[in-house]
């Protein structure tokens, strides 16, 4: 048991912790976001409209809209998480077998745009069922354990990350 939590901390409970961390810091920064719990941050964030700034980084921008977008709570980060993995491990298995444009561009390229819209909606309903995901490719023992751990993890780095004052902090 002892190890199934270590195993659980490790590989669940520091991602979760750190990506809910980083999200709630990065989102409070550029919103000024007042929330000091929870509950408050879950209200604010549904209210909350992102400046599009040109100058702002592409990967803190397209994050913090999918955060804002799967609702910023425990539910929501672990879907975000589980995007990401899936999107990323697409993208690597591509890379990996791709075997020329000739080969890519064969059906055209209007049917590759459309395969690849229906895929990220796949991808994006599987993400939804995370826990379902999560237990094919993890050696989950309890899931009990998992699940406690990652909410704890999550729950944890809100809080943290709300009682800092972002506001002045470089």
């Given at each position: 048991?002892?190890?199934?939590?270590?195993?659980?901390?490790?590989?669940a409970g520091i991602p979760i912790a750190?990506?809910?961390?980083?999200?709630?810091?990065?989102?409070?920064?550029?919103?000024?976001?007042?929330?000091?719990?929870?509950?408050?941050?879950?209200?604010?964030?549904?209210?909350v409209e992102l400046d599009k700034n040109?100058?702002?980084?592409?990967?803190?921008?397209?994050?913090?809209?999918?955060?804002?977008?799967?609702?910023?709570?425990?539910?929501?980060?672990?879907?975000?998480?589980?995007?990401?993995?899936?999107?990323?491990?697409?993208?690597?298995?591509?890379?990996?077998?791709?075997?020329?444009?000739?080969?890519?561009?064969?059906?055209?390229?209007?049917?590759?745009?459309?395969s690849f819209i229906i895929e990220a909606?796949?991808?994006?309903?599987?993400?939804?069922?995370?826990?379902?995901?999560?237990?094919?490719?993890?050696?989950?023992?309890?899931?009990?354990?998992?699940?406690?751990?990652?909410?704890?993890?999550?729950?944890?780095?809100?809080?943290?990350?709300?009682?800092?004052?972002?506001?002045?902090?470089?």
């Amino acid at each position: 048991m002892i190890f199934e939590i270590i195993k659980a901390i490790v590989i669940a409970g520091i991602p979760i912790a750190l990506f809910s961390y980083y999200l709630i810091i990065l989102t409070r920064k550029k919103t000024q976001l007042k929330s000091t719990n929870a509950t408050q941050l879950k209200k604010e964030l549904k209210t909350v409209e992102l400046d599009k700034n040109p100058d702002e980084n592409f990967m803190h921008s397209m994050l913090q809209k999918k955060f804002l977008k799967f609702g910023g709570g425990f539910y929501g980060i672990l879907t975000l998480i589980t995007y990401l993995h899936i999107e990323i491990y697409q993208l690597i298995q591509f890379v990996s077998n791709f075997s020329g444009f000739e080969k890519m561009f064969e059906s055209g390229i209007v049917s590759l745009i459309i395969s690849f819209i229906i895929e990220a909606f796949m991808n994006l309903i599987t993400a939804f069922m995370w826990p379902v995901y999560w237990f094919k490719y993890l050696p989950i023992g309890s899931s009990w354990v998992w699940l406690a751990i990652a909410i704890l993890a999550h729950t944890i780095a809100t809080r943290y990350a709300l009682s800092k004052d972002v506001n002045n902090s470089r």
